[in-house]
T-cell receptor, first 111, second 116 residues
Framework: EAGVTQFPSHSVIEKGQTVTLRCDPI?????LYWYRRVMGKEIKFLLH????????ESGMPNNRFLAERTGGTYSTLKVQPAELEDSGVYFC?????????FGPGTRLTVL | AQKITQTQPGMFVQEKEAVTLDCTYD???????LFWYKQPSSGEMIFLIY??????QNATEGRYSLNFQKARKSANLVISASQLGDSAMYFC?????????????FGQGTRLTINP
C-alpha cells in the first residue's frame, strides 16, 4: 500500500511569489490533514478535510493560505503571496480512523 | 484547549540502554488519544504507538512501550535496548475533537541521540 506522498519535497521562492503544495493521501482515506512546523517550534494543525469538505480550518494562519481537495482525492495548499514567516515544513496526513499517517513533508523556504 | 509538554529538548543515551522520553498533557476531555511519532533526519513522520484514554493496559509495540499514568496526565515513551537508528526527533501528540473534526496537538519534541 502506497503511503502519503507530497510534492515537491523542497521549494525555494521569493517573498511575494505563489507556491502550491500537493498531497496525495493513502487510497481510501477520507480524512486529510495539513500541518506545518516553522523553525524551532512545534508542529501546528492547519486544517482537516473529510472527503472534499473542510471539516476544520481553524489553524489556517490567514487568507493568504488556500486549501482545496478536488473530488475528495488529492489536496493542494496554495500560499499567495508568500511571506518570510511562511518558511517551514508542511506536512500532510491522512487517516481512515484515528491513526494519522504522515507524508514526508514539503520544506518551504521563502527568501 | 489541549496542551502537550515535552520538557526534554535533547537526550543522549548509550547504545543498548533503555530510554524514557517524557510527555505530559493537559485536557478536560474524558475521551482522548495519545500518540508518539518519530522523525528521523530524512524528515518523514513515523507513527510509533497509540494509547487511548480508556485503555487499561499500557500500549506496547515491539521495543516501544507507553507508560500511561492517567492521574498524573503523563504518557512517557520507553524505548528498550536502544539502537543507533533510534536517533531522531520524537513528538508526543494528543488527538483533539471539536464538533466532529479531529486534529493532533503536538509537543515541542525531544531530539534523541544514541551514542555507540
Amino acid at each position: 500500500e502506497a503511503g502519503v506522498t507530497q510534492f515537491p519535497s523542497h521549494s525555494v521562492i521569493e517573498k511575494g511569489q505563489t507556491v502550491t503544495l500537493r498531497c496525495d493521501p493513502i487510497s481510501g482515506h477520507d480524512n486529510l490533514y495539513w500541518y506545518r512546523r516553522v523553525m524551532g517550534k512545534e508542529i501546528k494543525f492547519l486544517l482537516h478535510f473529510v472527503k472534499e469538505s473542510k471539516q476544520d480550518e481553524s489553524g489556517m494562519p490567514n487568507n493568504r493560505f488556500l486549501a482545496e481537495r478536488t473530488g475528495g482525492t488529492y489536496s493542494t495548499l496554495k500560499v499567495q503571496p508568500a511571506e518570510l514567516e511562511d518558511s517551514g515544513v508542511y506536512f500532510c496526513a491522512s487517516s481512515r480512523e484515528f491513526e494519522q499517517f504522515f507524508g514526508p513533508g514539503t520544506r518551504l523556504t521563502v527568501l | 484547549a489541549q496542551k502537550i509538554t515535552q520538557t526534554q529538548p535533547g537526550m543522549f543515551v548509550q547504545e543498548k540502554e533503555a530510554v524514557t522520553l517524557d510527555c505530559t498533557y493537559d485536557t478536560s476531555d474524558q475521551s482522548y488519544g495519545l500518540f508518539w511519532y518519530k522523525q528521523p533526519s530524512s524528515g518523514e513522520m513515523i507513527f510509533l504507538i497509540y494509547q487511548g484514554s480508556y485503555d487499561e493496559q499500557n500500549a506496547t509495540e515491539g521495543r516501544y512501550s507507553l507508560n500511561f499514568q492517567k492521574a498524573r496526565k503523563s504518557a512517557n515513551l520507553v524505548i528498550s535496548a536502544s539502537q543507533l537508528g533510534d536517533s531522531a526527533m520524537y513528538f508526543c501528540a494528543m488527538r483533539e475533537y471539536n464538533r466532529g473534526a479531529q486534529k493532533l496537538v503536538f509537543g515541542q519534541g525531544t531530539r534523541l541521540t544514541i551514542n555507540p
